[in-house]
T-cell receptor, first 115, second 116 residues
Framework: AQKITQTQPGMFVQEKEAVTLDCTYDTSDQSYGLFWYKQPSSGEMIFLIYQGSYDEQNATEGRYSLNFQKARKSANLVISASQLGDSAMYFCAMSPPGGSYIPTFGRGTSLIVHP | DAGVIQSPRHEVTEMGQEVTLRCKPISGHDYLFWYRQTMMRGLELLIYFNNNVPIDDSGMPEDRFSAKMPNASFSTLKIQPSEPRDSAVYFC??????????????FGPGTRLLVL
């Protein structure tokens, strides 16, 4: 079984600063995918970034990057130059092998960006 | 392009009543997912369809829940009879067919259900 752990219930960051949201996972599979989603107060789930377990380079999407450390089984999300609009819940998720890409979600981390 | 459409956005009902949630996936997407989100259990996958066929319904909590996808552009999630513990946000999501690469799963805005 796969498990996602997000230990930070809440994080605070100053506008324009960088912030790291932690995610660790547990799986015995060699092939898997890792995702991050953002859920603002309006409620929708927004896909941010994806990392495949065999990808050697860390994924990046604009201000988002995924710090993938396979040996440590961690997939932290780094948001650079935080903006007020980044305030939201952030969910880490993992998908099983076989290309099915059906994620199992962590419990989420609340991020508040201060002006 | 329109995203995933869900209706109603909010539903308040009384225990024992039937509730029907509706979803229109993005045109051309082969996969459709129903999720439930609560504070206690987080985001849970209830069921998903591929080309209108239910593939995995192991997440459906009990027989009171049922889901259908009569065609590629419409799906329903029905709860009968509803109970207060069914109160949650229900998300529908869709995704195109994968061809060996990751395809993004697109979520609808969700339906907030409150069962009194």
């Amino acid at each position: 079984a796969q498990k996602i752990t997000q230990t930070q219930p809440g994080m605070f960051v100053q506008e324009k600063e960088a912030v790291t949201l932690d995610c660790t996972y547990d799986t015995s599979d060699q092939s898997y995918g890792l995702f991050w989603y953002k859920q603002p107060s309006s409620g929708e789930m927004i896909f941010l970034i994806y990392q495949g377990s065999y990808d050697e380079q860390n994924a990046t999407e604009g201000r988002y990057s995924l710090n993938f450390q396979k040996a440590r089984k961690s997939a932290n999300l780094v948001i650079s130059a935080s903006q007020l609009g980044d305030s939201a819940m952030y969910f880490c998720a993992m998908s099983p092998p076989g290309g099915s890409y059906i994620p199992t979600f962590g419990r989420g981390t609340s991020l508040i960006v201060h002006p | 392009d329109a995203g995933v459409i869900q209706s109603p956005r909010h539903e308040v009902t009384e225990m024992g009543q039937e509730v029907t949630l509706r979803c229109k996936p993005i045109s051309g997407h082969d996969y459709l997912f129903w999720y439930r989100q609560t504070m206690m259990r987080g985001l849970e996958l209830l069921i998903y369809f591929n080309n209108n066929v239910p593939i995995d319904d192991s997440g459906m909590p009990e027989d009171r829940f049922s889901a259908k996808m009569p065609n590629a552009s419409f799906s329903t999630l029905k709860i009968q009879p509803s109970e207060p513990r069914d109160s949650a946000v229900y998300f529908c999501a869709s995704r195109p067919k994968t061809f060996g690469e990751v395809e993004t799963q697109y979520f609808g805005p969700g339906t907030r259900l409150l069962v009194l």
